[in-house]
Each structure stands twice: as C-alpha cells, then as structure tokens.
C-alpha cells in the first residue's frame, strides 16, 4: 500500500519540520553528537529510512565503521567517551519515554553540559524522533542504489 507523503499532503507540517532541522544543524552540537543522537533513536524506532541516512551522514562525517556497528550495543562497547554515553543514554530514555527520563541519566548529562549545550541535546532528540514517527508511518524506504 502506497502510503501519504507528508511534504505533499501537508506542506506547512513539513516546512515546520524542516525549520526544527534547520535549528538543530545551527546549533552548537558536535556532528558526532548529533550523528548519534540520529542513529541510537533511529535504531530504536525501528526506521530503516533513518538508520540507512544518518549512518551514511556519519560516515561522510568520518565516523568509522566500528563505532556505527557498536552503537546500538554502546553500555558494553569501549568506543565512545563519558559525554558521548551520557548523550547515548539520555537518547534511549527520551525516546523510550514510557519508561521515563531517570535522575541518575539526567544528573549525568547535567554534569557534563551546560545547560544551553543539554538543550540542545534534548531537542535534538525530540527532532530525530518526529521524524522516525513520519518515516516508520509513511513506511519510507530508503533507496536501494
């Protein structure tokens, strides 16, 4: 079943999308940052568009191999720093929100951003997940060449 595509069906929507892209790439986040914060979420969701877009994004970025492949298993894989696990955790509880954002990841982030920078984070993490929740109900795919 072909499904809606929102750019088209609701053109306004989408433009208010594309203006919290925009924010989120104006803002002083790492690339690596975001390219995880992109890809963790994604994973999660289960959003293969995603998944297939901000893995090649992050390898544009120089990110290796490796550290893709791990980030979906990051609590047991020594590849990423102290800010780059806080950002992964705090990533899985805001999107797995059910379960709630606890003290102990919040308190962690906390301590290593500033509040500006944890902003950030959080919104970028807010962003990626609208967009997931367009991709995995539209049923986007990514392009097979």
């Given at each position: 079943?072909?499904r809606?595509?929102?750019?088209?069906?609701?053109?306004?929507?989408?433009?208010?999308?594309?203006?919290?892209?925009?924010?989120?790439?104006?803002?002083?986040?790492?690339?690596?940052?975001?390219?995880?914060?992109?890809?963790?979420?994604?994973?999660?969701?289960?959003?293969?568009?995603?998944?297939?877009?901000?893995?090649t994004?992050?390898?544009?970025?120089?990110?290796?191999?490796?550290?893709?492949?791990?980030?979906?298993?990051?609590?047991e894989?020594?590849?990423?720093?102290?800010?780059?696990?806080?950002?992964?955790?705090?990533?899985?509880?805001?999107?797995?929100?059910t379960?709630?954002?606890?003290?102990e990841?919040?308190?962690?982030?906390?301590?290593?951003?500033?509040?500006?920078?944890?902003?950030?984070?959080?919104?970028?993490?807010?962003?990626?997940?609208?967009?997931?929740?367009?991709?995995?109900?539209?049923q986007?795919?990514?392009?097979?060449?």
């Amino acid at each position: 079943m072909n499904r809606l595509k929102i750019n088209t069906a609701e053109p306004a929507a989408y433009r208010a999308m594309i203006a919290l892209e925009k924010y989120i790439e104006s803002t002083e986040l790492t690339t690596r940052h975001k390219d995880l914060i992109k890809i963790r979420a994604s994973q999660i969701n289960g959003c293969a568009f995603c998944v297939d877009m901000h893995t090649t994004d992050a390898r544009k970025a120089g990110e290796t191999e490796r550290r893709i492949y791990n980030i979906s298993v990051w609590h047991e894989a020594p590849f990423f720093d102290e800010q780059e696990r806080a950002i992964l955790a705090l990533t899985e509880e805001v999107t797995l929100i059910t379960g709630r954002v606890s003290d102990e990841t919040y308190k962690k982030a906390a301590e290593l951003f500033d509040e500006k920078y944890l902003a950030q984070v959080i919104m970028a993490i807010i962003t990626i997940n609208a967009w997931n929740r367009i991709g995995v109900t539209t049923q986007l795919q990514p392009p097979l060449n």
